[in-house]
């Protein structure tokens, strides 16, 4: 027999995970946007959208946008029932959203975390995160979070058998969805209250909170809704009331079929099965029982034929047939057996897609950091090329200083030895006679350094670069025109 409302639950519990980032536009928004809008109808489109999301906020350096695709990807396979991967991601999600200085995702990353956490049973870890988004939705005054808070803290609650903290936090959730206007989301509150009284066998308040859900319900008209809410209330009717409760379920297998919520018709009908069996309506049961197989056959749903499977064997048992009971006992058997063989090999599959999802993200994250290494090295490549650059001009400004130098200097020995040459010309052709000569008295020779004495003509001619010519002074020519 299935726990009350559980379908119900499930979409209260969904609709508390994934909100759209407020204020966020582009195509990063865009991509999120079709990642919460896929997030509880189809789980492999919406990781495939959280997934582009993440790469093209990546590019773009906007880390925002990629903390609310990583949340997304956490709750996407929290739906997968891949729950370390879903818990990873949901860490980097946070860790992004505290980089980012953004304490409303912060909050929606801490809520996501929480329901990984419960749906692991590890209901101490679904507190802490939880309290902790709470904290700071009380801190931003986010009212709309906080009654989810308290909804999804009051759950946790419940599956530790709180049941006084449960109901105290499911009011608080209540007084602000009234509040703020939040007409589904009440009636889900109503449900969850309701949830808590039945598990504590308290029907006049759980029918109470229940009929105050398929009220609301249908106040909005969702009649997927209102058919979770009579079978909720055809349950508690079944233990107080069972010719109310044989109506209620009818009313809730039509409005099942109406909206093709062929899971809930196939627990109803299970509901009806059980009923009957109580009432040793056997063939009635045995009828009903009939129809929930017909209807996992189609919509597989391999736990609830199995359900239905040990129940025939009971009816079976109760009429006295015990080959038919043996019959349905070993055809429940090997369901449970399939359905855990193929409860494993799925989870096997999803652990795969799991972990070569994660290695391409490594291999991402590798490329990124060798990208980012030969980054660094060609800015060190091209900040050497510029200072060697830089120096190569030095050098060739030094070289033609100094080549222009060496120029001058050339000039400059050039013109010394050119004036050194004239100066050397004008002392070659310059020679005078120092010191003293010895001459004689009588014939004016002169005493050479040989001691040779030699006609003074001869003596100047040899010493200098003079030359003598011959002529007779006036003085003479007088005295020879005498004689």
């Given amino acids: 027999m299935m726990k009350p409302v559980l379908a119900g639950l499930l979409v ?18 865009a991509l999120n946007a079709e990642a919460r809008e896929f997030s509880d109808s189809h789980p492999e489109r919406s990781l495939a959208a959280a997934s582009k999301a993440q790469a093209a906020a990546k590019e773009a350096g906007d880390v925002r946008g990629e903390a609310e695709a990583l949340n997304y ?10 729950l370390e991967l879903s818990r990873q991601y949901a860490l980097e999600s946070v860790r992004l959203y505290v980089q980012a200085g953004d304490e409303w995702g912060e909050a929606q990353g801490y809520n996501t975390l929480g329901l990984i956490e419960a749906d692991d049973a590890r ?22 979070g906080l009654a989810y808070s308290h909804n999804n803290l009051g759950n946790v609650h419940r599956n530790m058998g709180e049941y006084d903290k449960a109901l105290a936090h499911h009011a608080q959730g209540l007084a602000l969805k009234i509040e703020l206007g939040m007409k589904a989301s009440e009636a889900f509150s109503h449900q969850n209250i309701g949830l808590i009284h039945f598990e504590q066998h308290e029907y006049p308040a759980a029918l109470a909170a229940y009929q105050r859900a398929l009220a609301i319900r249908e106040e909005l008209g969702d009649r997927r809704a209102m058919g979770v ?61 009939h129809r929930a197989l017909a209807i996992g056959e189609r919509i597989d749903a391999p736990l609830m034929q199995s359900t239905a499977l040990k129940a025939l064997s009971d009816v079976e048992a109760r009429r006295g047939d015990f080959q038919g009971a043996y019959t349905y ?84 020995e050039a013109r010394f030895r050119a004036q050194a040459e004239v100066l050397s010309d004008a002392l070659d052709r310059v020679k005078t006679l120092r010191g003293m000569l010895p001459i004689c008295a009588w014939c004016k020779k002169i005493r050479d350094d040989q001691g040779y004495w030699t006609q003074v003509e001869a003596y100047i001619s040899r010493h200098s670069e003079a030359e003598f010519t011959h002529g007779i002074c006036p003085a003479c020519t007088d005295g020879a025109e005498r004689t």
């Fill in 329 to 412: 006992l070993l055809q429940h058997q090997e369901r449970r057996d399939r359905m855990f063989n193929l409860e494993n090999a799925a989870r096997f599959q999803r652990i795969q897609i799991a972990r070569e999802a994660e290695r391409q993200q490594r291999q991402i994250h590798v490329l990124e950091s060798e990208g980012q290494i030969r980054d660094a090295e060609l800015r060190r490549v091209r900040a050497t090329r510029s200072a060697l650059g830089v120096i190569a001009v030095l050098v060739i400004i030094s070289l033609a200083l100094l080549y222009a130098r060496f120029r001058l200097k050339r000039e400059s």
């Fill in 123 to 144: 209901y101490a870890e679904a507190l802490d995160a939880h309290l902790k988004a709470l904290a700071i939705r009380e801190r931003i005054g986010d009212k709309e």
């Fill in 73 to 82: 990807m956490a709750y996407g396979y929290r739906n997968q029932s891949v």
């Fill in 229 to 289: 809410s009579l079978n909720a209330i055809g349950q508690v009717e079944a233990q107080t009331n069972p010719a109310a409760a044989r109506r209620t379920y009818e009313r809730a297998l039509a409005l099942r079929r109406e909206s093709g919520d062929s899971r809930g018709e196939m627990a109803t009908e299970l509901n009806v099965g059980d009923l009957n069996r109580r009432l040793s309506d056997l063939a009635g049961a045995t009828a009903a029982y």
């Fill in 12 to 29: 209260c519990l969904a609709t508390a995970g994934a909100w759209a980032q407020p204020g966020a536009t582009g195509p990063v928004a």
